[in-house]
């Protein structure tokens, strides 16, 4: 299998060839995002455009058949003083001892189809199952000189479709993007990615990526989450 056939595996793409062969590949990167929440739960309006949502994901892709692959991918992150504002039912603010603590998880699950492969070109479509948690921790006063603990939770999920291009310019260098729409159970819009991968060991190498996911629903609700990921891939043939 050529260097740049490895590649395609740490961008969730499949290359030419790569996706013919027997292989499980595996991707680990550090995420750091900003995410812009506007949104209501459990009778307390909560929003704000905050950054330093931190935290790590792993991806992990491999072939079905010649002519598809699957992919599977997790991330958590989290900012411990977010900073958050929240309100009550009236619009009065909600006062917090010691900020908001948030937290993020996201799954997904997919299979995808190489349409069109031409040289060092790819495209291709990917069709995923997209589960995500949102959750908010925060202390307030009882009014006693007590504190009481609290916690909101939204949870969503849906379908993304996606068409996307793997491009090689050299044998250890790839750059790929994906462009598609996200629906989930109260939001939804349009995402995409955009990354590079550099092969630097005949088992793995370095990768970067940045995506975009803008969803709006009913209401002002409002989710944009835009993380830089920077990892590396290894490869087990």
């Known amino acids: 299998m050529r260097p740049a056939q490895l590649l395609a595996i740490s961008a969730l793409l499949l290359s030419a060839n790569a996706y013919a062969a027997s292989f499980d590949s595996l991707d680990l990167y550090y995420s750091s995002a900003d995410i812009d929440v506007q949104g209501r739960s459990n009778g307390v309006n909560y929003g704000g455009d905050l950054g330093s949502l931190d935290g790590f994901g792993l991806k992990f892709r491999g072939s079905i058949a010649e002519d598809f692959f699957f992919s599977g991918e997790y ?6 003083r977010s900073g958050l504002s929240l309100s009550d039912n009236a619009g009065a603010a909600i006062a917090t001892n010691d900020g908001v603590e948030l937290d993020y998880t996201e799954w997904r699950l997919g299979v995808g189809l190489p349409f069109y492969r031409e ?9 995923e199952y997209v589960d995500t948690e949102f959750e908010a921790a925060y202390d307030t006063d009882d009014g006693n000189g007590g504190v009481v603990s609290n916690n909101l939770r939204q949870r969503q999920s849906g379908v993304a479709a996606h068409g996307g291009v793997l491009f090689n310019p050299t044998a250890a260098w790839s750059v790929y993007g994906q462009v598609g729409y996200l629906k989930l ?8 990615l955009a990354g590079t991968a550099l092969q630097v060991h005949r088992y793995g190498g ?3 990526e940045y995506r975009s996911s803008d969803l709006k629903g009913d209401g002002g609700t409002r989710v944009e989450l835009t993380p830089w990921r920077f990892g590396v891939y290894l490869l087990v043939q």
């Open 75 to 80: 991330q958590g992150s989290e900012i411990k």
């Open 119 to 127: 040289h060092s070109l790819t495209l291709f479509g990917l069709l």
């Open 185 to 192: 159970d109260d939001v939804d819009g349009i995402e995409y």
């Open 206 to 208: 370095l990768f970067a």
